[in-house]
């Protein structure tokens, strides 16, 4: 993957290859500027490639997927829309009634503990609790992968573990039985990595390579 820039192109991203099992949780972790934000934007469908494929669930990525829910480092929630109506957005996107959602955006914000904030504006929320928010909002069209760029990375130590051991509750109460989502979850934190994922994609400095897949055995509910 290059990047053409002003002062010539940047090499990104060469010789990726990686198959994310279904229900796979992977921890992508590398210095900056190792290409991680730009493979998960490919992924995505929000970024042409230079070369190469990729495919979701057996189909190529030409265009933004609704299939597959994306979460930034900071919460990128609009400041004068409701939570609610936030959380709503991807529906609206896609061209679906958003009316047929708000069940759904209801129960999703009770699992991370936002009901009574439904109908607040972001900025009358935490800045964890925005980015619950924008969990929920990946979420809501129930995509079978969940690309996350370091989402926790802005948030403090305690509030980040919080965040992780909700992110793991919130994996098992919203995948039907038997059918986690996949999610491919970036971070500077080996311990992070190590709590949440299967398997460490770790990437070398740029042009970003994969210079080690390590499985993480770890007993999780
Ligand atoms: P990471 O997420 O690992 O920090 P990035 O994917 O953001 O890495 O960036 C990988 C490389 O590509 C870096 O050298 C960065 O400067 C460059 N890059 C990222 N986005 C762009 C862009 N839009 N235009 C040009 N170069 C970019
Ligand atoms: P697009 O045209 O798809 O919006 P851009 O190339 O304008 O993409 O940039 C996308 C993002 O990457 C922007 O946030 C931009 O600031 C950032 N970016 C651009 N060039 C670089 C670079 N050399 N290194 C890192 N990030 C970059």
Request: hydrophobic share 45%; aromatic share 4%; glycine share 8%.
């Amino acid at each position: 993957m290059v990047y053409e820039t002003g002062s010539g192109p940047v090499e990104a991203l060469r010789d990726i290859s990686l198959t994310i099992a279904d229900g796979e949780f992977i921890a992508l972790v590398g210095p900056s500027g190792c290409g991680k934000s730009t493979l998960l934007r490919i992924i995505a469908g929000l970024r042409p490639m230079t070369s190469g494929a990729v495919r979701v669930a057996g189909e190529p990525v030409t265009r933004p997927l609704t299939s597959v829910g994306m979460v930034f480092q900071a919460p990128v929630l609009l400041k004068w829309r409701t939570i609610l109506d936030n959380v709503l957005l991807p529906a609206e996107l896609a061209g679906h009634d958003a009316r047929k959602y708000r069940d759904r955006a209801m129960d999703l914000l009770g699992i991370v503990g936002l009901s009574d904030f439904a109908s607040k504006l972001p900025r009358e929320l935490s800045g964890g609790m925005q980015q619950r928010a924008s969990i929920v909002r990946a979420l809501l069209l129930d995509p079978p992968l969940l690309l996350m760029d370091e989402p926790f990375g802005a948030l403090d130590a305690m509030t980040r573990d919080e965040m992780n051991i909700e992110l793991l509750r919130v994996w098992g109460e919203t995948s039907e039985a038997g059918k986690r989502k996949t999610i491919l979850f970036v971070t500077h934190s080996i311990p992070e990595a190590v709590f949440l994922a299967d398997r460490a994609v770790v990437m070398s400095p740029r042009p970003g390579r994969i210079a080690e897949v390590t499985p993480i055995h770890l007993a999780r509910p």
